[in-house]
């Protein structure tokens, strides 16, 4: 059975509206976009959509044939779960409620969380604490609405393996709450991706796929970094994981940024197949 491969929505033009973007991300040849609720005004303003412009992506992916499988909440980068402020951890937590009924309303499955506890602020003793507390709120929420959350391992000092991130997903045991494993931020960290992998076997839900350089995980062309995909793709398969792959790269509005990702995805399913992980 062939995976489902997608492509992250800063990867395509940022002029385009909801319509063409799912076009084109149909005529090139992929399964799904994910969309972001990133820090700026205008993706938090999606947050607020009225039921007439949610309706509008539904029929726009609709009529493309490409879904918008899953949502990239990396809001919370500057809303942190794990900060001091109280008030920040509220609109952390506002954010969070918001986008699980912006992704029941839309069909997206799967929320995916960056596994930092704080980001713009120094880390405290008890960052983790109310991070954990966060993610244990947002999760109860998640679970009242059947969304599912799952914790992307990232660059930096938090949770930034399957090792930590799985601490996790053992604590609160619910099925809503799983692994996005990045292979690229895996390698970037000096793990061993294979063995990471091993070690979420059973609670991975979808990977994201980039490519890094020691100290830089994001805008690497693809083949110019330090990931190893074959080996990657091959453990994958030995997991008999048959979950959806993303690829994250960003276009930064490009001219040349179609042809990028053209090229991106043939190089990714190369890979794939080297790996035996497409037929």
């Keep these: 059975m062939k995976p489902l491969i997608g492509i992250y929505e800063k990867a395509l033009p940022s002029k385009l509206d909801w319509s063409n973007r799912l076009d084109l991300a149909a005529d090139l040849g992929f399964d799904f976009v994910e969309i972001s609720i990133d820090e700026s005004k205008e993706r ?31 809001a919370h980068r500057k809303y942190a779960l794990g900060s001091a402020d109280e008030n920040i951890r509220g609109e952390a937590l506002n954010i969070f409620h918001k986008a699980i009924d912006f992704a029941a309303d839309i069909g997206i499955r799967i929320i995916q969380l960056a596994g930092y506890y704080v980001y713009y602020e120094p880390e405290d003793e008890h960052s983790i604490d109310r991070y954990r507390a966060g993610l244990e709120s ?23 393996s399957i090792h930590r991130a799985i601490k996790f997903v053992e604590e609160f045991n619910s099925p809503w709450f799983q692994l996005y494993p990045d292979i690229g931020n895996l390698t ?45 793709f091959k453990k994958l398969k030995t997991m008999d994981f048959k979950g959806p792959v993303l690829i994250e790269m960003w276009n930064d509005d490009s001219p040349e940024s179609t042809s990028i990702v053209s090229k991106s995805l ?13 037929d």
């Design 44 to 74: 938090l303003a999606r947050l607020n959509w009225s039921a007439a412009q949610r309706n509008d992506l539904k029929r726009a992916a609709e009529k493309a044939k490409i879904p918008v499988l899953d949502l990239c909440l990396s």
């Design 138 to 160: 947002g999760l109860a929420y998640a679970e009242r609405m059947g969304v599912m959350l799952a914790l992307e391992n990232v660059d930096g000092n938090h949770v930034n």
């Design 188 to 232: 970037e960290q000096g793990l061993n991706v294979s063995e990471e992998l091993e070690i979420g076997k059973g609670h991975i839900v979808a990977v994201h796929v980039k490519d890094v350089k020691k100290g830089e995980v994001r805008r690497i062309p693809f083949g110019e970094g330090l990931v190893d995909f074959v080996t990657a």
């Design 266 to 278: 043939e190089f990714v399913k190369e890979k794939m197949r080297l790996g035996g992980f497409l």
